[in-house]
T-cell receptor, first 111, second 112 residues
Framework: GAGVSQSPSNKVTEKGKDVELRCDPI?????LYWYRQSLGQGLEFLIY????????KSGLPSDRFSAERTGGSVSTLTIQRTQQEDSAVYLC?????????FGPGTRLTVL | KNEVEQSPQNLTAQEGEFITINCSYS?????LHWLQQHPGGGIVSLFMLSSGKKKHGRLIATINIQEKHSSLHITASHPRDSAVYIC??????????????FGKGTKLSVKP
């Protein structure tokens, strides 16, 4: 079956623009996670969904970041008024029980 | 202090060497994961374990729940094993980060 997919795979944008990143989890996976990985750094937790609700938004770095999940499936991460420090790989993972399955990531470059 | 600590941060080995990467954690867990991230970014799950030992090919993962410690071993290392190895724990009973807490990773480079 299909794994976790993310789109776009690469996004180059100008400072100040808004971007939307999409994650399609594995069908039936109830948990969905967003992480950010800056160059040479470890995984930074952003937000976690269980179903459509987000019990843990503690990792969102600022109010420019928001995420939603609809139908217990697709999730979008929106970054408003992008800044250069937002440049990173944004990774999505989903899980049904304990094991996370990661998507290939979206590489965001803010010029 | 991070809840999940890995050592070493960086490791360079010669092809054929036996490699050990360590992970210590400070929270109660239901499971521990070892993940592999190759250059280019894709992350794959190598092991999920809650007790004892698991083996897959040349990779062996062990966990000691009482000591809150896990090790990942690679036997007969090969340049294709070069990657970042990440330890992640699933904390018990709720908490931050959706219960999944990551170490900062160990960057392994195996030279031919």
């Amino acid at each position: 079956g299909a794994g976790v997919s993310q789109s776009p795979s690469n996004k180059v944008t100008e400072k100040g623009k808004d971007v939307e990143l999409r994650c399609d989890p594995i069908s039936g996976h109830t948990a969905l996670y967003w992480y950010r990985q800056s160059l040479g750094q470890g995984l930074e937790f952003l937000i976690y969904f269980q179903g459509n609700s987000a019990p843990d938004k503690s990792g969102l770095p600022s109010d420019r970041f928001s995420a939603e999940r609809t139908g217990g499936s697709v999730s979008t991460l929106t970054i408003q008024r992008t800044q250069q420090e937002d440049s990173a790989v944004y990774l999505c993972a989903s899980s049904l029980a304990l094991e996370p399955f990661f998507g290939p990531g979206t590489r965001l470059t803010v010029l | 202090k991070n809840e999940v600590e890995q050592s070493p941060q960086n490791l360079t080995a010669q092809e054929g060497e036996f490699i050990t990467i360590n992970c210590s954690y400070s929270v109660g867990i239901s499971a521990l994961h070892w993940l592999q991230q190759h250059p280019g970014g894709g992350i794959v799950s190598l092991f999920m374990l809650s007790s004892g030992k698991k083996k897959h090919g040349r990779l062996i993962a062990t966990i000691n729940i009482q000591e809150k410690h896990s090790s990942l071993h690679i036997t007969a290392s090969h340049p294709r094993d070069s990657a970042v190895y990440i330890c992640a724990v699933r904390s018990l009973g709720g908490g931050s980060q959706g219960n999944l807490i990551f170490g900062k990773g160990t960057k392994l480079s195996v030279k031919p």
